[in-house]
């Protein structure tokens, strides 16, 4: 496996502004980090059935849908302990966005969305260690250790996208990248894990 940085895929980094708004309504955020955990695992099981000949590919997602299903049950715990209560959303603007992109021929698609899940994860391990800095103790310990378990994960899709289309990923990813960033930078009305920063009020 490489010992690639999230960074290192991401084309612009997250905006102070959307780290002070997440630190300082982090109730709000953890409702959308849990959604976030189960779509993460619905993501995986979706590829799994998408392509189950590739065995490789079904046996490592297999493993990731549970983990990401495990830090779901982290992420619940730690809001009934903060007395958080549970709340349905819309879902937000950034995964529907890149998922739009996703072209719709295979095997093009397969790449489009293995490199889509790979800046999904690259984004999640960066502002969980951005979130870490600003938390108390509990939940600052969670984060550094999903960031962790992100950045694992975002190496594992590359890795696939690389092996499954060694000649064309990195312009692809290049093409996905940009609008990934787009999405994560510009104001958004809703905060949200993976949005841009909230308008000022």
Not at 30 to 56: G, Q, R
Not at 70 to 85: C, N, S, Y
Not at 136 to 153: C, K
Request: proline share 8%; aromatic share 6%.
């Amino acid at each position: 496996m490489s010992a690639t940085l999230p960074e290192s895929i991401l084309r612009a980094p997250t905006p102070p502004a959307w780290t002070a708004a997440a630190a300082a309504r982090m109730p709000e955020l953890l409702v959308d980090h849990a959604n976030c955990e189960k779509k993460a695992a619905s993501s995986a099981m979706a590829l799994i059935f998408a392509y189950p000949e590739d065995t490789a590919l079904v046996l490592a997602l297999a493993r990731l849908a549970r983990e990401e299903l495990r830090h779901f049950e982290q992420v619940h715990r730690a809001m009934r302990e903060l007395a958080i209560p549970v709340v349905r959303q819309r879902p937000g603007r950034y995964a529907q966005e890149l998922r739009r992109a996703a072209r719709t021929t295979h095997p093009e698609r397969k790449l489009d969305l293995l490199l889509i899940a790979a800046l999904i994860e690259a984004r999640s391990a960066e502002r969980f260690g951005l979130l870490a800095e600003h938390l108390p103790v509990p939940l600052a310990a969670l984060y550094v250790q999903l960031a962790h378990a992100e950045a694992r994960h975002f190496e594992l899709y590359l890795d696939f996208a690389r092996e499954r289309a060694p000649a064309v990923w990195r312009g692809r990813l290049d093409e996905l990248a940009a609008r990934e960033a787009l999405l994560a930078t510009a104001p958004d009305r809703e905060l949200r894990f993976h949005s841009g920063p909230p308008p000022v009020n």
